[in-house]
């Protein structure tokens, strides 16, 4: 188990586990009850903040948007800035990228997690895997 690592939290994770029944619901739950109880520092960015925003609001349900996000602010212990050091090495990452699956916000994200020297990240975002240097975790080893 990571112990008192700080662990990138992307979007699926409080979306998953405020959502329907799923597979992914229960590691989410868990992962973030792992956050909330200081067994994992769990850190997210304003970019991650946006994208629960933008999804709740494109599907309609903007106040359990809402609700996702003000659940997930009080729990996370760190909501890092992106600054345009980060947007411009996310631009960075999105040229030289040789996967054309990595989506700018992934990229963002990425370029986040190397400005503010995060090593791990929980979701269920497959293509994370592509850089080696950050290791992709699903359930914190639950």
Do not use: C, W
Not at 125 to 140: A, G, N, W
Request: aromatic share 12%; glycine share 4%; hydrophobic share 40%.
């Amino acid at each position: 188990m990571i112990k008192k690592a700080k662990v990138y939290i992307d979007s699926n994770i409080p979306m998953y586990a405020a959502g329907q029944e799923h597979p992914n619901r229960e590691p989410s739950i868990k992962i973030l009850e792992m956050v909330s109880s200081g067994r994992v520092i769990g850190v997210s960015s304003t970019e991650v903040l946006q994208e629960i925003l933008y999804r709740y609001q494109a599907i309609g349900i903007l106040k359990k948007g809402l609700e996702v996000f003000d659940n997930f602010s009080k729990i996370i212990d760190d909501v890092l800035p992106v600054n345009f050091q980060i947007m411009n090495e996310a631009r960075d990452i999105l040229e030289k990228n040789k996967y054309k699956n990595l989506f700018p916000r992934d990229a963002v994200h990425i370029a986040a997690m190397n400005y503010y020297e995060i090593h791990y990240i929980a979701t269920y975002d497959k293509h994370f895997k592509i850089f080696r240097h950050i290791k992709y975790i699903q359930d914190l080893n639950l």
